[in-house]
């Protein structure tokens, strides 16, 4: 059964203030999408790799595939209005191309740290329960606010999990998912994790890390800078 990686690029990076999508900002030479690109390309299991890109930004990603001979990039798609929309179109391309019960790992393009490890467990847990998305346990003390500036309310973090990506399910469940979701009208779900949830689904966790860092800040990018200047890391090896 095959493995398949699909990267979300599909975001005009607005948080960022930059006039080049976040995914496409250039990190010592190299394109923050071409490290993730590289993290699955490098993978033993990792299959194939399909990218849902922003529209506009597909020739200079291939021309980066070409660049950085990222020979597991088999597609590249077209973004959507918003990240399912995105997925959706990713999903229903590789469903054209793959078996049922081949596995869809979905990722953002602008987590370039993701490990080997994260990748391995995503495949085993969703081998086993029918899905897996990465979380790692929140540790910081919670609090709800209903307008932004004051609460009343904390949350016991104990039982808060923070989600990352990867988020892996088969092909099959991917596409009844998107299905299901076109038909009760649900077109705005931010991740493959929250559309399972508002579906009724159980979800599973595989294990994330506090290095999986999603850049979606200039700050982002100064941490992203000094995690790839360590040289002890496991990502370097």
């Given amino acids: 059964m095959a493995n398949i990686a699909l990267l979300i690029a599909g975001g ?4 960022m203030h930059q006039d080049i999508p976040k995914q496409f900002l250039s990190v010592n030479d ?5 490290y993730t690109i590289e993290a699955f390309q490098k993978h033993p299991e990792i299959d194939a790799i399909y990218v ?18 990222a020979t597991k990039v088999k597609k590249i798609v077209k973004g959507g209005q918003n990240g399912q929309d995105s997925i959706r179109n990713g999903v229903y391309a590789i469903a054209e ?3 049922k ?21 995503n495949i085993t847990v969703c081998r086993k329960y029918g899905n897996a998305i990465t979380v790692i346990p929140c540790m910081e003390a919670m609090l709800k606010s209903e307008d932004e500036c004051q609460s009343e309310e904390s949350i016991l973090r104990n039982s808060l999990f923070r989600a990352q990506t990867p988020q892996t399910i088969s092909v099959r469940d991917a596409v009844a998912l998107h299905r299901e979701a076109i038909e009760r009208g649900i077109t705005n779900s931010v991740a493959t994790c929250t559309l399972l949830l508002e ?11 506090e290095l999986n860092i999603k850049i ?15 040289q002890k890391s496991v990502w370097m090896k």
Wanted: aromatic share 10%.
């Fill in 101 to 121: 019960d081949d596995l869809i790992l979905v990722h953002d393009a602008i987590r370039p740290m993701v490990s080997e490890d994260i990748i391995s467990d």
């Fill in 12 to 15: 005009t990076g607005a948080r």
């Fill in 30 to 34: 190299k394109p923050v999408i071409v």
């Fill in 216 to 230: 979606t800040t200039t700050d982002d990018i100064t941490i992203f800078k000094a995690l790839l200047s360590m």
């Fill in 97 to 99: 191309d793959f078996e």
């Fill in 199 to 209: 579906l009724g689904k159980k979800v599973y966790f595989a294990k994330g890390s």
């Fill in 52 to 69: 849902a890109c922003l529209n506009g930004w597909q020739d200079i990603l291939q021309a980066y595939v070409k660049q950085f001979n």
